[in-house]
């Protein structure tokens, strides 16, 4: 290790002094199901908070980056590769893990629930309904809602969503996606034509099939049509 | 240190092969001066990087929050204590520093350069025009457009821009300040239009003095009437 005391203007501290952390990453891997927003946990088994709910993470390896151990994480708890993900915050209060200083950078993903395989049956692996958690171990409900806000602002001028639907879908699945997002009622007409302006969804000239009520129409999304929102003062 | 085996899936490392990363905050401060969106930056003085700009940072404390680090390096080198500051991204590539694993998390910022005491002289710290920075120490040139994108991100429905304002400022100026950090001409009807329809303005029903043009209406920036925008979809 070379010097670095360039940088600090702490005479009393040494080298060894600040190379003593440990860097883990979380993951709040977003699912839809039955209607509602769910994220996938586990029962926590350290001590300090066995039995809290947990998110899906691990210590960065020495040899690691930040994007690759979210991607390891996600493929060994989810089996799927090819997933959205984005970096939201990193969390680093003095205290907040009792193994030592472990500072966590936490990632938001959202999947398909049908395309995962939770074969990875330890710890209870599970997809939780977002809204009945309420405590969990560590500082992850912070790090949930932290990261469930950023969903909420992302999905406003960014077709997010999609990743959470099948590739075929019907406008009452897509609105009930955005309705539990959102924590909100949102009125039919208004929703189906917003979203007709953003010109984001292909007609696939088919209709459901077993549905409990009059088959919708299914669609599909068209990324080539997708371009980042021109900005409000810029038009 | 407690055991942490309960973390990692790779048997060949033990708990101090993991805790040996250095945590450094990084801050972009931007400021607004001649017409143009600058960032407070020194030259690099350590032996690979010699003579480049570089962001201003420092390692973050064993005993010290993220957030505190980054209003530490604030306060010390610009003498500002209550400034707007947002935590924006982290990075941590396995070789970005030659010193060792040191991960840096970044923040922005937001000034009016004439609040700002330079009196650290150490370093050549200056004010830089942020358009005319093509390479700096480090991976700093990703971090300052990782912060300039969402700068950009940010001012079309956040009044953050008026932390690079004075106190009383007229509308010229303040279209001043978004041409500069969208880097863009904005059309001077519509975004008077536009921005009166936001309510963010007090008119102070006083003039510009000693301007090289007709002086313009004064205005202040009512942070009362801010509520964060309802949501396209939701409304």
Chains 1, 2 share one sequence.
């Not at 040899?63 to 970096?87: K, N």
């Not at 406008?171 to 039919?188: F, G, K, S």
Request: hydrophobic share 40%; with cysteine; aromatic share 10%.
């Amino acid at each position: 290790m070379k010097q670095i005391s360039r940088f600090s203007h702490f005479g009393e501290l040494s080298d060894k002094d600040y190379f003593r952390i440990a860097l883990s990453v979380d993951c709040v891997i977003f699912g839809f199901e039955d209607g509602e927003l769910k994220v996938l946990v586990i029962n926590c088994n350290i001590k300090e908070y066995r039995g809290k709910l947990s998110l899906l993470g691990d210590l960065v390896r020495p040899d690691e980056d930040l994007d690759s151990a979210s991607y390891r994480i996600l493929r060994e708890r989810t089996g799927l590769g090819d997933v959205y993900l984005e970096q939201v915050q990193t969390f680093g209060a003095v205290d907040r893990h009792p193994a030592g200083r472990v500072i966590t950078t936490t990632y938001f993903s959202l999947v398909n629930v049908r395309d995962v395989q939770l074969t990875l049956a330890e710890n209870d692996l599970h997809w939780h309904p977002v809204n009945d958690i309420h405590d969990m171990a560590f500082d992850h409900l912070t790090i949930l809602h932290a990261c469930h806000e950023r969903l909420r602002e992302k999905v406003d001028d960014h077709p997010v969503v999609f990743n959470l639907l099948p590739k075929k879908f019907s406008l009452r699945e897509l609105q009930c996606v955005y309705e539990a997002i959102l924590n909100t009622r949102l009125d039919r007409r208004n929703f189906r034509k917003k979203f007709f302006m953003m010109d984001w969804l292909v007609d696939l000239d088919e209709l459901e099939q077993d549905v409990p009520h009059r088959p919708g129409k299914l669609y599909r999304f068209n990324a080539a049509k997708f371009t980042r929102k021109p900005k409000a003062l810029a038009r």
